[in-house]
């Protein structure tokens, strides 16, 4: 099973769907947490879900799984998406996110959080980083295939949007 993670906004969804059109099995993970949810965070604007039953539950399947939390499960190998902060800001605005939530949002990519939690849970190299900022989802999908046959290896830790928690977030 191979997972693709990264901040909401990064492009997950959108090289998921490039993947599906290519015959892979994609399983969105926003649509497996519906029973997993035991209450709401209104001030985040956001569910909380019972993170450590739905792992322990969840059905490894053969094929992707795409969400911000896809690195919390067993995954053979992970790709984490990332964006720049600024563009970040711009597509979560562009969603109607409210702005603390944006800049949340912001902010966890600018100190790699979904990175961070990924090489935790996973051997360091079944990972790779790519920044997806300027890259369109066809060719976001064209990496993530090269990655899960071989002929790109893990890569991560090349990243750094720092100068994005001086106040350009």
């Known amino acids: 099973m191979c997972g693709i993670t990264g901040t909401p906004g990064t492009g997950k969804s959108s090289a998921a769907d490039e993947l599906a059109l290519r015959g892979y099995r994609v399983v969105r993970l926003a649509e497996t947490v519906k029973g997993y949810v035991i209450g709401e965070d209104r001030e985040r604007d956001t569910r909380i879900i019972d993170e450590d039953r739905w792992i322990r539950e969840f059905t490894p399947v053969d094929g992707i799984v795409e969400g911000h939390l ?31 939530k944006c800049r949340e949002n912001a902010e966890a990519e600018a100190l790699d959080v979904c990175l961070i939690e990924t090489l935790e849970t996973h051997d360091p ?10 890259i369109p989802p066809a060719r976001v999908a064209d990496i993530i295939e090269d990655f899960l046959n071989g002929r790109i290896p893990p890569s991560h830790g090349g990243i750094d949007w720092s100068e994005f928690l001086m106040g350009a977030v």
């Open 125 to 134: 190299g079944h990972v790779l980083e790519l920044d997806a900022t300027e």
């Open 70 to 100: 896809a690195h919390l499960l067993p995954c053979d190998q992970v790709i984490v998406l990332r964006c720049r902060p600024d563009i970040l800001l711009v597509r979560l605005r562009s969603r109607g996110y409210g702005e603390e």
